[in-house]
């Protein structure tokens, strides 16, 4: 299929001011060697999946400026080599932010 899941050996994935507009899937765990990801200026409308807390290689993750909604994912806080989480321009997230 066309499955991100399928992209195991992708590093980086920058998606960026595309007008991209669906959630974000649960598949994106599978993805153990992406260190970089830039998703900034769509309209992703969905909660943060918990399972982006397995992405145990990543170093950037931007998601800000969606439509994002709901907690934070408190595993996030886990990820030891998580450097830039930006979230700014997402109005509908609430809870507290995770604790390193």
Known sequence: GDKISNL?????????????SGTISTDISSLKQLENMYAESNKIRSSIPTEIALMENIRVLDLSQNYLTGEIPQDVGNLKRLEY???SGNGGLSGPLPSS
Not at 8 to 20: A, D, G, P, V
């Open 8 to 20: 195991s050996s992708l590093r980086t994935i920058s998606i960026t001011k595309n007008q991209f």
């Open 85 to 87: 989480f930006a979230l």
